[in-house]
């Protein structure tokens, strides 16, 4: 038997079969962090791999209403429940480093796309895609889209622009997670901190025995995680930035964790509630991964996007080598602009780093309040040569 694109095995309406393999796919990643095989490549990676696969074999949808209540949901709800022991005292004296590194990495996306630009004949739609990229690549989606409605995007150069993007953001993600993995990096620029916690984070995420269960503080985790997002949504809704609300979710987090330090530094499980959502928002990503169609519908954008991301990465990491910081400080910096404050802290929980789950979203934010000009800018500069 053979299914078409519009008829996978699980229809995108069965809530509870898809609900049942998301949930299966975050247990799996989770597991394989305590194996030898999630060590080496992270949990995460396959976790994606497995979800694209599932869905581009027509096993699962491309798209359901199960994906976006966990894109809508879980990962607003994950933001409280990774920064209620953020330190900021510690973040501003520990957070310089991934500040440098974001701007490297900001400043490598910029120069990917004015490269491209000049490789690539990327037809009249140039000097717009470009500075959509480079919105969305410092920044995040909300930067895409006000970038390609600011230099006036047509529908249909927009299905194909953010449909080339989306493979390349992935597979962006995916060598950001497995950056600690490959030994000739670590040799290229060393990681006292990886070298720290290369055994501590998977024995904690993989082994729940080692954190006390109380069901009163994981209640109680969730309520106040849930809280923050309603008073983020009202407030965002308020003041008529919906799309920022993510933003709002974050301030009251970072907020309520430095006017309650004791309280919530005694909670016990929240931050690996945290990293599950995180794992589940990771299997959603997978799962809505069109493979086929940014392949067959953009090869010229995938292309220009892939240089990008490989402009990106390589001024990170010689960035990182000259300026003598640690590995783990770059691949955060990076993450912050090249896939946003939202995955830089999964990142960032997924290899086990809890001190710089903060320092990446502080930055992915200040990428999404800078991106929008750069991207308007950069698409002016070049239409005007």
Known sequence: MSFTAAEPLIGPDNIASLAAVMASLAWLGVWLDGTWLGKRTSGVVWVIVIGTALSNFHIIPLKSPVYDFIGAYFVPLSIPLLLFKADMRRVIQDGGPVLLAFAMASIGVLLGAVIGYFLLDLGAIGPKVAGVYAAGWIGGSVNFVAVAKAVELTPEEFAVAISASAGVSIAGLMLLLALPSLPFMRKFVPSPIIDMTEEAPREEIAATEETPFRLSHVTGAIAASFIIC???????????????????????????????????????????????????????????????????????????????????????????????????????????????????????????????????????????VIATFIGVGLSGILGGL
């Open 230 to 368: 309603a008073l983020s949504a009202a407030f965002a809704s308020r003041l008529g930035v919906e799309r920022y609300s993510i933003m709002m979710v974050t301030l009251l987090a970072i907020l309520a964790a430095n006017l309650f330090p004791r309280q919530f530094k005694e909670l016990k499980g929240d931050f690996e509630l945290g990293v599950y959502a995180m794992y589940l928002f990771f299997a959603s990503i997978g799962a809505s991964s069109d493979a086929v169609a940014f392949l067959q519908s953009a090869p010229i954008l995938l292309v220009y996007g892939l240089l990008i991301l490989a402009t990106h990465l390589v001024f990170v990491v010689l960035a990182a080598k000259l300026f003598k910081i640690d590995l783990a400080f770059a691949i955060i910096g990076a993450a912050s602009a090249f896939v946003g404050a939202a995955p830089a802290a999964a990142v960032a929980s997924a290899h086990g780093w809890k001190d710089l789950v903060t320092p990446g979203v502080m930055c992915g934010i200040l990428g999404y």
